[in-house]
């Protein structure tokens, strides 16, 4: 008798390279924009717009899951708690544009709060590209 194969295709929204280093999310290239050496494997992040409020709308995606969706980019900061893999030499949080806002490209402040450091940057993203900010794991 024929074995029956499970044809349900697997919907992934990022590929991974070696090293978890994502290539592609949803068919747009992703491309490393900073690097951050963090201690600790859990801590906040804030999300906001630090020019113009245009209309942005993204999405954030850490380690290949949605951790903010459909979120409208505003003055505004928006506080998220993220864990990354301690295990992963690289955590990648990605910004994925659902548009463009009014001024292109599609831009979002991030601020990274650990021990008590603020780290301020900008990631880019437009309708072909996502650009993304590594978290690499180096405990004390």
């Known amino acids: 008798e024929p074995i029956e194969k499970d044809t349900t295709p697997v919907i992934t929204d990022v590929v991974f390279a070696d090293n978890n280093i994502p290539l592609s999310i949803k068919d747009r290239e992703v491309k490393l924009q900073s690097t951050i050496i963090v201690n600790t494997t859990e801590f906040e992040i804030e999300i906001w717009d630090k020019s113009i409020v245009d209309g942005d709308s993204i999405s ?22 993220v864990q990354i893999n301690p295990k992963a030499l690289n955590n990648y949080l990605i910004l ?3 548009n463009l806002g009014e001024i292109a ?16 940057l900008t990631l880019t993203s ?13 405990p004390d």
């Open 60 to 81: 954030l995606n850490l380690n290949g899951t949605w951790i903010l969706e459909n979120y409208p980019v505003i003055k505004t900061k928006l506080k998220l708690k």
């Open 105 to 120: 490209p599609n831009t979002a402040a991030v601020g990274v709060l650990i021990n008590g450091q603020e780290y301020k």
């Open 96 to 98: 994925y544009a659902l």
């Open 126 to 138: 437009d309708m072909k590209t996502s650009g993304a900010l590594n978290f690499s794991y180096k």
